[in-house]
C-alpha cells in the first residue's frame, strides 16, 4: 500500500494511492502518526479499503508529506563509499549518526527556501525508512519486523553551517524546508529488494546522482539495530540512510550549490518522484 497526505500545509489528511489513482481515507484514519503505525492499522486500513467506496482525490491536489511529524529523524553520514570518498572523508567504521529538527520537513513538492546568509544550500537524495514498530536493542535478524514502509527524501544540507560553524552537523542539516518527504510510503510488499534500488538526482536537468543501495555500507537490517542501541525508535520515526555521490560538495574541480531560480528534481526505485524549486528567503 502506498500511503500520501494531501491538501494545503497544516490542513493535510490522510489518503492512499491505489494503482495511479488517489483516495481519501480521513473517514477511516484521523493522521498517520506515532498511534496509526504503532499498531496494525496498516493491515486493518488495507481490510478496511477493500469494503469501501472511496471518495478519488484530484490529481491536482497539494501532496504534503506523507506522515505526521515524527519524534525524530535521524540520519546517517556518510553511508556510500563514493559519497564518502568525494567528500575526502573516510570510510566510517560504525555508522555516523546526526539528527536533523523534524521542523524541516515539507511535502515532496514544496519549494525549497536558501535560508538567510547561506552560501552553500546542497542535496542529497536519500532512501528513507519510516518506523512501524516500537524498537529498543533489536537483533538485526528481527530489524525489518520494525519497518512501516520506505519514502524518499531529500537531505538538504548547508554545507557552510555544518562544516564551518563549530559543533555537530545538526545546524548545516536542519533549516526550515530541508526534508522533503515523499510523494508516499511505500509498504514494504510494495519494494522488492531494498538494497537494490536506483536513487538519482538532477539540478536544472543535470544528472548529478546516480546510484543503488546496493552500494550502501551499512545496510538497512544493521542501521536500525545499530540505532536502537543507542536510543528507542518510536512508530513514525524516520531514519535517513546516506547519499550517493554526485552532491554539490563534491563537484570537480569547484564545489557548487544551489541559487535562487534553480529546479531539483529527485527520485528512487518504487517510491516515485520529488521536485523542489529553490528560492532565496524571503522571495
Not at 488495507?46 to 508529506?65: C, F, H, M, V, W
Not at 525508512?129 to 525489518?144: D, F, Q
Not at 539495530?225 to 547519499?243: A, C, H, K, N, R
Request: negative net charge; glycine residues 8%.
Amino acid at each position: 500500500m502506498k500511503l500520501i497526505k494531501f491538501g494545503k500545509p497544516g490542513q493535510e489528511k490522510p489518503g492512499v494511492i491505489i494503482g495511479e489513482k488517489r483516495y481519501d481515507v480521513s473517514h477511516l484514519v484521523k493522521d498517520y502518526d506515532e498511534n496509526f503505525f504503532s499498531d496494525d492499522a496498516i493491515e486493518n486500513l488495507k481490510a478496511e479499503i477493500n469494503t469501501q467506496n472511496l471518495p478519488e482525490i484530484s490529481a491536482d491536489e497539494r501532496l504534503g508529506a506523507p506522515l505526521a511529524r515524527p519524534s525524530k529523524i535521524i540520519c546517517v553520514g556518510l553511508n556510500y563509499k563514493d559519497h564518502a570518498a568525494e567528500t575526502n572523508a573516510p570510510i566510517p567504521q560504525e555508522p555516523i549518526l546526526f539528527f536533523k529538527a523534524t521542523t524541516a520537513i515539507v511535502g515532496p513538492n514544496d519549494n525549497l527556501i536558501i535560508p538567510k546568509t547561506s552560501t552553500k544550500t546542497d542535496w542529497e537524495v536519500e532512501l528513507a525508512i519510516v518506523i512501524g514498530k516500537k524498537a529498543s536493542y533489536v537483533s538485526e535478524e528481527n530489524a525489518l519486523e520494525h519497518v512501516a514502509g520506505y519514502v524518499l527524501h531529500n537531505d538538504y544540507s548547508e554545507r557552510a553551517f555544518q562544516l564551518e560553524r563549530n559543533g555537530q552537523w545538526v545546524k548545516g542539516k536542519s533549516c526550515d524546508t530541508f526534508a522533503p518527504l515523499g510523494p508516499f510510503i511505500a509498504t514494504p510488499d510494495e519494494i522488492e529488494d531494498v538494497h537494490n534500488l536506483r536513487l538519482w538526482l538532477k539540478v536544472n536537468g543535470q544528472m548529478l546522482q546516480d546510484g543503488s543501495t546496493s552500494n550502501l555500507i551499512f545496510d538497512v537490517p544493521f542501521m536500525i539495530s545499530y540505532i536502537s542501541q543507542f536510543m528507542t525508535l518510536l512508530p513514525g520515526d524516520v531514519i535517513s540512510t546516506g547519499t550517493p555521490a554526485g552532491v554539490g560538495l563534491g563537484q570537480k574541480p569547484e564545489p557548487w550549490y544551489l541559487k535562487s531560480g534553480d529546479v531539483v528534481e529527485l527520485g528512487i526505485d518504487g517510491l516515485g518522484s520529488s521536485t523542489q524549486k529553490v528560492k532565496a528567503y524571503g522571495e
